[in-house]
């Protein structure tokens, strides 16, 4: 059966309770699948129509059936109802249900509290200035429909003011507990089946084409502060994984642990602090070659660094590396053996070739002097589009193509290196790195993603060797914008010209890296070095307690404080006007004139009347003649001629 709504709702209501609604829920449309979001927008047109036109409700079977065909959307969708992606779009399909069924003011309350908890998650997908500015703007909103609900017939106006007024008294309580707040390590979100949920970045395999897809990305992959001055861009290598398993096609990591390296610095040390993105990999992509690692980090053998535990948010860490360096000058012959390995058949025409220069060098290092001037020389090109390979894929690309990315030379570098019987390796990671003036930071995108090659050699150990920059050497020197040739599927930001357009980001992005160090870095290193500049040692959860406790019940005491000292004054003649109503036991209705009140008096008690004539008369001269300040002084001495009576 269909409702009405009570008349606990005005019809001025509403509209606060649909623009807060709107407000909270409009960003998720960015991450929702596109069903749910053209849903949601169809029942909050209808539930706005509904109220336009002061129709009915639906009933209550409707919205079941709404409900239960929105959930199985969901379940189908995201095969659960948990997590983050499910959880999300199962309050905003909440939402827009909620207001076709707002009749009592229980209802439109719901409606806010549903709101409140929807800003909250949009940190869940970002935590970037924008975002937060679109929340404060909304977060205004919310509690301006929470106030109209509860403040009674107010101006518009006057109900943005109170609502801003309640949300800066909350600024130094919010404060106190983002300083003194327990923080928590991990991710905000961390159920498992939200594991590397919307992650970009390297991974553990290699095919033809996989770092040329992260080239077309502008997301930011990490950031670094060097101590001093920072190194030469053609020395900026960001290892990762190290790949040696070969199947034909792709390149692999190796599962096969291996003993602790040896690496000697032939170069003074770099001493660094990285703010990584979450990745959702152990990788910290440390400068070659990281001599100290953080707490907790480990060398995996091949010199490439791991956390404890997977990156799955924003984090810092110290280091210190030697872009000069010698590793593992004597080798164990099972990982030589390991990095000789090739498929047993396929690219006949690589393996030839091989032979030819295993003939023709005298040393190892000639070895990979002949390959290089292959690439040097040879008509290769360096591109993010190269064609389609076949079964043989590196005998494609070294006699029929000519055209690859990194992983393209690198790949088939290494498997040169490996028929001609010098034991070599693909390396993954990142390769340069854009310097920020303004806030001194590098910032390594994931365009900057790379593959090279090392090869080892008796005596010196394992070599870095980049044979894209025998064909390509503007990449290692100035970046991949100025290696590719023009219309090369790069971000935007890389085509930039204008010099003004580069400062504009620059600035933008020192802005939005101050605030990802400061505000969304506060974390529990950072609370204990704060506290310890207070004069607190020892940082534990009892302290921050005691100290939380006190901040709070400070600032609490001083907002009732200031609440109390701004409180309005009651007028003088008013409060006489209730002191005399109290002495002779009679109260004025509201809608009731002091002329007809004492009006009333003389038909009720003539006796009582010629004072309280008085007392009117001076009452209304004070009241509303306030040049004279005698009338002040005879409405006071008025109440105080009145008799003590209580009437019954």
């Known amino acids: 059966m269909n409702q009405k709504r009570d008349a606990s709702l005005s019809r001025e209501q509403p509209p606060w309770l649909f623009a807060a609604a709107i407000a909270a829920t409009a960003p998720h449309a960015l991450a929702l699948p596109p069903w749910l979001t053209a849903f949601a927008v169809v029942l909050f047109a209808w539930a706005g129509w509904l109220w336009w036109e002061d129709r009915r409700l639906p009933g209550r079977w409707v919205l079941l059936v709404l409900t239960v065909a929105g959930n199985l959307a969901i379940l189908a969708e995201y095969r659960t109802l948990f997590g983050r992606e499910p959880g999300v779009a199962l ?26 908890f929807l800003l909250l998650t949009h940190y869940l997908h970002s935590q970037e200035i924008i975002v937060v500015l679109w929340l404060i703007v909304a977060l205004w909103l919310v509690t ?25 008294q909350s600024l130094p309580l919010m404060l106190v507990l983002y300083l003194l707040f327990p923080r928590i390590s991990g991710p905000l979100w961390g159920l498992p089946a939200d594991a590397n949920t919307g992650r970009t970045g390297l991974s553990e395999r290699m095919n033809p ?19 001093g001055a920072p190194p030469a861009r053609r020395l900026l290598y960001w290892r990762g994984p190290v790949l040696e398993d070969f199947d034909g096609t792709s390149w692999q990591r190796s599962p096969r642990r291996l003993p602790a390296e040896v690496v000697q610095a032939d170069g003074p040390e770099i001493a660094y602090e990285t703010t990584l993105e979450a990745h959702g990999q152990r990788w910290l992509l ?21 956390a404890a535990q997977a990156i799955d948010s924003r984090q810092r860490f110290r280091l210190r590396a030697a872009t000069a360096f010698r590793f593992n000058p004597q080798e164990a012959p099972a990982t030589l053996a390991d990095n000789l390995r090739l498929p047993t058949a396929g690219n006949p025409r690589a393996r030839a070739l091989a032979r030819e220069w295993q003939q023709q060098a005298r040393a190892p290092a000639e070895l990979v002097d002949l390959a290089l001037r292959h690439f040097n020389r040879e008509a290769f090109h360096y591109t993010l589009r190269p064609p389609l390979l076949g079964r ?79 064909v390509a050497p503007e990449r290692i020197e100035q970046g991949i914008a100025s290696a590719l040739p023009a219309g090369e599927p790069l971000p935007a930001f890389l085509l ?64 009732l404080l200031l609440n109390l000292w701004h409180r309005p004054r009651v007028d003088e003649a008013r409060r006489l ?36 004539d008085a007392v009117v008369r001076h009452y209304l001269l004070a009241r509303y003649a306030r040049t004279d300040p005698e009338h002040l002084a005879a409405l006071r001495a008025a109440v105080n001629r009145l008799p003590r009576r209580r009437f019954v």
């Open 91 to 116: 309050l905003v399909m909440f939402m827009a249900l909620k207001l076709l069924e707002m009749r009592h003011r229980r209802d439109a309350v719901v409606v806010v509290m549903l709101a409140y």
């Open 144 to 168: 301006a429909a929470l106030t109209r609900l509860h403040a009674g017939p107010i101006e518009r106006r006057d109900n943005l003011r109170l609502a801003g007024t309640l949300l800066l």
């Open 209 to 227: 084409g996989s770092i040329a897809e992260l080239v077309s990305s502008g997301e930011v992959a990490f950031r670094v502060r060097f101590d």
């Open 286 to 306: 440390a400068l070659d070659a990281p001599l100290t690692l953080p707490e907790g980090a480990s060398r995996d053998g091949r010199l490439a660094v791991l």
């Open 392 to 470: 043989d894929s590196i005998d494609d690309f070294l006699f029929r193509s000519r055209r690859g990315f990194c992983e393209h030379y690198a790949s088939s570098f290494v498997f040169l290196m490996r028929a001609a019987g010098l034991p070599a390796r693909v390396v993954s990671g990142y390769q340069g790195g854009e310097f920020n003036p303004l806030d001194g930071y590098l910032v390594v995108r994931q365009s900057e993603a790379h593959a090279w090659a090392e090869v080892w050699f008796a005596g010196r150990g394992w070599t870095r060797v980049d044979p894209t920059a025998a």
């Open 496 to 559: 930039e010209r204008a010099d003004w357009l580069r400062d504009l980001r620059h600035r933008w992005e020192a802005v939005n890296n101050a605030w990802n160090q400061y505000i969304l870095g506060y974390d529990g290193e950072r609370q204990r070095q704060f506290l310890s500049q207070l004069g607190f040692a020892n940082v534990d959860w009892r302290l921050l307690a005691t100290l939380l406790g006190i901040a709070g019940s400070g600032v609490l005491a001083a907002i």
């Open 577 to 612: 006007w209730r002191r005399a109503q109290r002495r002779i036991g009679l109260n004025c209705a509201p809608q009731e004139t002091p002329l007809a009140f004492a009006e009333r008096v003389r038909r009720t008690d003539p006796a009582l009347a010629p004072a309280v």
